[in-house]
């Protein structure tokens, strides 16, 4: 396979994979096995696929709630995430973090916390120590469009740009903060990237929906912030289709519309990909076919061996508070 | 090991440039470390000696830089914040109970944030409501900080080591009444550990249980005591968090007498704590109701006129210990010893902070 095949194939095999751990999530969640808060990134796919694969293994990437995604493409353990949302002893943060709480540091995915905005200011300390060891590492700090309305957004940006740390900010603006749309959030008239610009960070805007556009944008600015330029801030819009936080669909709810939801559904980023795939024949059918059925196994492997897994014995209640 | 006399900010001076001077992981920054005055003489030389990669001062964001001290930490690095007041430290509540505190156990034990926050804080000179809380209680009511406070030069030094290379996040707290006290202070790597407290005075009459400043206060007290024929424990606890309660309970066990000291509002205080504690595991032990000395629970005010009875010291530690015992104790000399007003640490200290 060319190399530009090669990246197709696995721009569509990671965000597939991150679909089917979503949607089983969603399926099994009523079970009552998974007893935790779990936002879903169902139709934002495509910005964790193309960032995880982007990104060396050795860059680091820290995230907030909506992380599955982006631990997932990033190449987080599959297993160790599953059993951290079943609360098992075998989780990625051995039963203590849950769905919101994700580490896998072989990969370089440094750690995803609930607080908005909370590990913004963690990237960019990455960064720093990014500059003080002298390495070309990049960090990347994964945000949604509230997080820019956090005070700590700020500040964290105002050393960013100060310091010219090897930081790289991808914000996935999907117009809503829980059931709050940016119009009551923002000003009319004010783009996230175009106030992040004012502030001295390079800043550009993209279709978030569009895998192969985001990967190309932040496999190039990486190299730039590699390079010592400095921090960037890529703004993607996208789409969360289920609810804030479970597995429901909610537009019922009145806070947004059925017609927006389908409007963003038609631009479903898998589908897009697949069929752009398939007409340059990057992929071929019987590829899709057999990914499926890898990602199909790959996920059952997870969801039975965060089933299987035992708990943790409630000797570790009181353990790793402190280190001594 | 060979001892000379430092002052306290001398001494947190030394162990800043063994420190860095040890470890070139050890990085140092806050709003004014490199200014002339070197956060009370503290931070002076840093900058000229270890460059201004590793030491530098900082934008007014306390939040996002406590963040940055975390995430740097997360790949090496052992940063040490300075701040010259501890209120201005509270915009980053979040950074330090949210991730600081629980980045250790949220993630299963995977890493622990091993940062050190040098936090000022103190009394008097009219600094009033914003610019004097000792707030030890909020950091020590939360899991996986550890909360230190020195009274002497030589456990500013010791202390303040150990912080800075303990895995662990610590709130490092100093007194700004402490900083021009002059002590013997050992040369070299001389580490004094967490949860040792130091018997400053033995007796078997009360036990004193006291940190920071106000150990000073118990120490200027000891002599008129024991001229009355009281003998005190003195226990300088030296750390909050964890807290000697060995100490603790073994003297109270000897004298069934127990009196706290704190620099804080009395209400969820850190000596309502130790009281509860000692209460609950020694209630048969105890000869008389144990007794918290700390502030009235009002923000602190400006006027020398009202924080002279809003601040306690030496007088009221006799007082209350006469009164444990149902003794009359003078304080006449006391009073006669005490030249300074009582909103300075002493004569030589003329504001402005």
Redesign the interface.
């Known amino acids: 396979m060319a190399q530009k095949q090669k990246i197709s194939h696995e721009l569509l095999r990671r965000m597939k994979h991150i679909r089917l751990v979503e949607e089983t999530i969603a399926e099994r969640y009523s079970e009552g096995k998974m007893r935790c808060p779990t936002h879903l990134c169902t139709g934002q796919e495509a910005v964790s696929a193309a960032v995880g694969l982007a990104l060396r293994p050795d860059d680091?990437a820290?995230s907030s709630h909506r992380a599955h995604g982006h631990y997932l493409g990033k190449g987080g353990d599959v297993n160790a995430m599953m059993a951290e949302i079943y609360g098992k002893a075998t989780?990625?943060?051995?039963?203590?973090?849950g769905s919101m709480?994700l580490?896998d540091?072989s990969v370089g995915f440094?750690?995803s916390?609930a607080?908005v905005g909370?590990?913004?200011?963690?990237?960019?300390?990455?960064?720093?120590?990014?500059q003080?060891?002298g390495t070309t590492q990049v960090?990347c700090v994964f945000l949604g469009d509230g997080a820019v309305e956090e005070?700590?957004f700020f500040?964290?940006m105002?050393?960013a740009v100060?310091r010219k740390l090897p930081v790289l900010f991808i914000c996935e603006n999907n117009f809503y903060s829980v059931y709050s749309p940016l119009s009551v959030r923002q000003p009319k008239g004010r783009a996230i990237y175009k106030m992040v610009e004012a502030m001295g960070c390079p800043a550009e805007k993209g279709d978030g929906n569009d895998v192969e556009a985001v990967y190309k944008k932040v496999l190039k600015t990486a190299g730039q912030i590699r390079r010592g330029k400095g921090p960037y801030f890529l703004e993607f819009d996208t789409y969360r289709w289920r609810e804030h936080c479970g597995p429901n669909f909610d537009n019922d709810l009145g806070y947004r519309t059925n017609q927006e939801y389908l409007k963003w559904k038609k631009r479903d980023p898998i589908l897009l990909f697949e069929k752009k795939s398939l007409g340059r024949k990057d992929v071929s059918r019987q590829d899709i076919a057999k990914m499926e059925t890898d990602i199909k196994q790959a996920v059952d492997m997870a969801f039975a061996f965060a089933e299987n897994s035992p708990f943790p014995s409630v000797d570790e209640l009181g353990?790793?508070?402190?280190?001594? | 090991m060979t001892e000379r006399k430092l002052t306290f900010s001398g001494a947190v001076n030394e162990a800043l440039h063994q420190a860095m001077q040890q470890d070139r992981?050890v990085?140092c920054y806050g709003l004014g470390v490199d200014d002339p005055k070197g956060v009370f003489g503290t931070t002076l030389g840093l900058k000229e000696k270890f460059g201004p990669?590793?030491v530098f001062d900082?934008?007014t964001?306390e939040?996002?830089?406590?963040?940055?001290?975390?995430?740097?930490?997360?790949?090496?690095?052992r940063p040490v914040m300075t701040h010259q007041r501890l209120d201005f430290f509270l915009l980053a509540m979040?950074?330090l109970v949210?991730?600081a505190a629980k980045?250790?156990?949220?993630?299963?034990?995977?890493?622990?944030i091993p940062i050190t926050i040098r936090l000022i804080l103190g009394r008097g000179w009219g600094q009033g409501p914003t610019h004097s809380q000792n707030l030890q209680a909020w950091f020590a009511h939360i899991?996986?900080l550890?909360v230190v406070m020195p009274t002497t030069a030589a456990d500013a030094k010791g202390l303040l080591l150990s912080s800075i290379f303990d895995?662990?996040p610590v709130v490092f707290l100093e007194h700004r009444w402490l900083h021009n006290l002059i002590g013997d202070v050992p040369q070299g790597d001389a580490r004094v550990p967490f949860g040792k407290a130091q018997l400053l005075n033995k007796g078997n009459d009360v036990t004193i249980v006291s940190f920071s400043y106000m150990t000073i206060e118990a120490l200027h007290t000891m002599e008129l005591l024991k001229k009355n024929g009281v003998n005190c424990d003195l226990i300088d606890l030296r750390t909050i968090c964890p807290l000697d309660w060995e100490s603790v309970f073994t003297s109270v066990k000897k004298t069934g007498r127990l009196l706290v000291l704190d620099t804080s509002n009395e209400t969820c205080s850190v000596a309502g704590e130790i009281v509860a504690r000692v209460s609950m595991e020694l209630f048969g032990a105890l000869k008389s109701a144990p007794v918290r000395m700390a502030l009235p629970d009002f923000p602190s005010p400006t006027s020398p006129a009202l924080s002279k009875a809003f601040y306690q010291g030496a007088e009221d530690i006799v007082k209350a210990v006469a009164g444990m015992l149902g003794k009359k104790i003078s304080i006449d000399d006391l009073k006669k010893q005490h030249t300074s007003p009582h909103d300075v640490p002493g004569d030589w200290f003329k504001g402005p902070f």
Not at chain 1, 118 to 130: A, D, M
Not at chain 2, 63 to 77: H, P, Q, R, V
Not at chain 2, 103 to 112: D, P
């Open positions: 680091f820290v989780g990625c943060s051995a039963g203590k973090g709480h580490i540091e440094m750690g916390t607080i909370g590990t913004v200011p963690v990237g960019v300390g990455l960064g720093l120590s990014i003080l060891h960090s005070g700590v500040e964290s105002n050393f100060l353990k790793d508070v402190y280190t001594k | 992981n990085i990669k590793r900082m934008p964001s939040n996002a830089m406590t963040g940055i001290a975390i995430g740097a930490s997360l790949n090496g690095i979040d950074q949210n991730n980045w250790r156990y949220m993630f299963g034990g995977k890493r622990s899991p996986g550890k895995p662990d």
